[in-house]
């Protein structure tokens, strides 16, 4: 089975920009979308963003809108999501599921999967 990978996660100040990385085993990202979800103490998960299908631009969730980027690297099996203008809100374990071409639009985390271990980012304000 494929596995996720997430890095790039740590402790930065509320203004900050991060990079986070997920690193694939396979090329799963060629037949399904990546995303990324967001997991705050005690809450459910969240999604954040999902890469764009076909002519569609990728979709986020209105709190990242104009903040976050995602974007991908094919040659290394790889997703990114760099974030910019970091609020305290934007702290969470990261995730980087994919979802499926047909469930493109969708923002529900049952949708998508695989789960990896995630990367923490904690955003102090």
């Known amino acids: 089975q494929v596995q996720l990978v997430e890095s790039g996660g740590g402790s930065v100040q509320a203004g900050d920009s991060v990079r986070l990385s997920c690193a694939a085993s396979?090329?799963?990202?060629?037949?399904?979308?990546p995303g990324w979800f967001r997991q705050a103490p005690g809450k459910e998960r969240e999604f954040v963003a999902v890469?764009?299908?076909?002519?569609?631009?990728?979709l986020y969730a209105d709190s990242v809108k104009g903040r976050f980027t995602i974007s991908r690297d094919d040659a290394k099996n790889t997703v990114y999501l760099q974030m910019n203008s970091l609020k305290a809100q934007g702290t969470g374990l990261y995730h980087c599921?994919?979802?499926?071409?047909?469930?493109?639009?969708?923002?529900?985390?049952?949708?998508?999967?695989?789960w990896g271990q995630g990367t923490q980012v904690t955003v102090s304000s």
């Open positions: 396979g090329r799963i990202f060629e037949s399904s979308l």
């Open positions: 599921p994919t979802t499926s071409f047909s469930k493109f639009g969708s923002a529900a985390a049952r949708d998508f999967g695989p």
């Open positions: 890469e764009g299908w076909r002519d569609s631009s990728p």
